[in-house]
């Protein structure tokens, strides 16, 4: 295979090596307009434009957070969103070292005649839009493929499928300017052990860097964000040192050297747990020809969410709790992580059945 060079190819591994900054992660702030509703209402906030602008600005604006950060996942609303003084926030995060990115996908579909079984939309103008995001600042993208572990699942013809799919997206991301972030979650769902999790995860990621390749994907401009390898949510839980060795062993055996950075999903994991098992990976003495990070959502937002409360009064201490999260997660990405930085909040799970976002 021969990678597709573009005009951007230069600055995509530029991009794509920044991103995967040892020390530094993803916030993924790009919740839908559904999904943000659904966790606004959990500290009973009504979901309107101003409350989605105010948790965002509470994020972007936290003292010290973004210096644990070299990338932000926005919704389109967000990309276009301003501070409460005018700034825009894509101006903002790149006064702070962070680059912008963009959730490009529609959300997902079934596939007739599966069990359930999903492929991902967004593919109608969405090389238009990537030119429109590029020019807005983003500069690199997300697009989220989704299988589950069943008895029969995923089928081939699933996995295939978000494996095509995956790779289409990437190759116009790159064409326009994004990089893309690959991401090919198994869902933890199911009461399947860890060995299952490990086989399947091979299986999905072999077929994904086929697809990759075939597309003529520029890898080093692009980045994985992965389930890590666990046990099914019915299952009885495993040490951090298990879902390391578990993990890292499937990476090292399906993802290609030329990616710079794998950065991980929390998947309904406690804020907790997504930080001392990323820790643990990077603690693992094996060869990792990637940087080893976070790209987490609910895992980095549930404690500052549930301290803000959607009262002006509480920013401030929701914005410490922020910080307290972030730069757990960024100790995590150089294996110095020591644990219990929050207590109570950081320990809920965040696992929701069939989660989708």
Known sequence: MSAFVGKYAEELIKNARYIATPGKGILAADESTGTIGKRLSSINVENIESNRQALRQLLFTSPNALLNLSGVILFEETLYQKTSD?????????????????????????????????????????????????????????????????????????????????????????????????????????????????????????????????????????????????????????????????????????????VPGIVFLSGGQSEEEATLNLNAMNKLDVLKPWT?????????????????????????KAQKAFLVRCKANSDATLGKYTGGSTGGLASESLFVKGYKY
């Open 86 to 258: 005018g700034k825009p926030f894509v101006e903002m995060l790149q006064e702070n070292n962070v680059i912008p990115g963009i959730k490009v996908d529609k959300g997902t579909v079934e596939i007739a005649g599966t069990n359930g079984e999903t492929t991902t939309q967004g593919f109608d103008s969405l090389g238009a839009r990537c030119q429109q995001y590029y020019k807005a600042g983003a500069r690199f993208a997300k697009w989220r493929a989704v299988l589950k572990i069943g008895p029969n699942e995923p089928s081939e013809l699933a996995i295939q499928q978000n494996a095509q799919g995956l790779a289409r997206y990437a190759i116009i991301c790159q064409e326009n300017g994004l990089v893309p972030i690959v991401e090919p979650e198994v869902l933890t769902d199911g009461s399947h052990d860890i060995k299952k999790c490990a086989a399947v995860t091979e299986t999905v990621l072999a077929a994904v860097y086929k697809a990759l390749n075939d597309h003529h994907v520029l890898l080093e401009g692009t980045l994985l964000k992965p389930n890590m390898v666990t046990p099914g949510s019915d299952s009885p839980k495993v040490a951090p040192e298990v879902i390391a060795v578990y993990t890292v062993t499937a990476l090292r055996r399906t993802v290609p050297a030329a």
């Open 292 to 316: 080893l990070s976070f790209s987490f959502g609910r895992a980095l937002q549930q404690s500052t969410l549930k301290t803000w409360g959607g009262k002006k009064e509480n920013v401030s």
